[in-house]
């Protein structure tokens, strides 16, 4: 029931294109849904993150949109650049207090040319 | 703001020894701290769960006597790999709970690699 589970493992994306990484989650107590994105050698650093009250969150060219429903989430990068070439990784926990993430599997995103 | 560093970014040591792993919060208090251990292009494992001034909360299957944390400070906590072994090289990532206008938000710190010969 802690599991978050990510799709695709690795996707390859024109550059200019739309990039859509997808996650589900078991936990309904899960309140706090956060992408991180993580290049090489690197710690992950957030991306943008959602609470389940609201369905979308767009910032920049990153855009969260939330199923409370159906239990997913997914993360859609607009004009996708070079530069955005990382692992995501979806994550999920409890919001109030110091609680743990609990991570997606990852996903690896080359933008090619 | 709320920046985090580990210290060292790299360690390479014989099997057998122990290493210390320092993470740091610069700039804010954390009440919390946590440790996650990453192989080669797998996700974060969370491997304990560290509060200031009290024992840590580890998860199952870690070995509390192997990996040893200390968060003797709201700025400072260390883990202790002991008795290291090859199969414990790995990326070890540490994260600060949030400040209080970021309430959910854990920050990340660099990493530090792990080999042990």
């Known amino acids: 029931q802690q599991q978050v589970k990510q799709s695709p493992q690795s996707l390859i994306v024109q550059k200019g294109g739309i990039s859509i990484i997808n996650c589900a989650y078991e936990?309904?107590?899960?309140?706090?849904f956060p992408w991180y994105q993580q290049f090489p050698g690197k710690g992950p650093a957030l991306l943008i993150a959602i609470r389940p009250d609201v369905s979308e969150k767009k910032e920049g060219r990153f855009t969260i949109s939330f199923n409370k429903s159906a239990k997913q989430f997914s993360l859609h990068i607009m004009d996708s650049q070079p530069g955005d070439s990382a692992t995501y990784f979806c994550a999920a926990s409890k919001a109030f207090g110091n609680e743990k993430l609990t991570f997606g599997t990852g996903t690896r995103l080359t933008i090619i040319p | 703001g709320a920046v985090v560093s580990q210290h060292p970014s790299r360690v390479i040591c014989k099997s057998g020894t122990s290493v210390k792993i320092e993470c740091r919060s610069l700039d804010f208090q954390a009440t919390t701290m946590f440790w996650y251990r990453q192989f080669p292009k797998q996700s974060l494992m969370l491997m304990a769960t560290?509060?200031?001034?009290?024992?840590?909360?580890?998860e199952q299957g870690v070995e509390k006597d192997k990996f040893l944390i200390n968060h003797a400070s709201l700025t400072l906590s260390t883990l202790t790999v002991t008795s290291a072994h090859p199969e414990d090289s790995s990326f070890y990532i540490c994260s600060a709970d949030g400040t209080p206008d970021r309430p959910n938000e854990q920050f990340f710190g660099p990493g530090t690699r792990l080999t042990v010969l």
């Open positions: 936990n309904t107590a899960f309140d706090y």
């Open positions: 560290s509060n200031e001034g009290s024992k840590a909360t580890y």
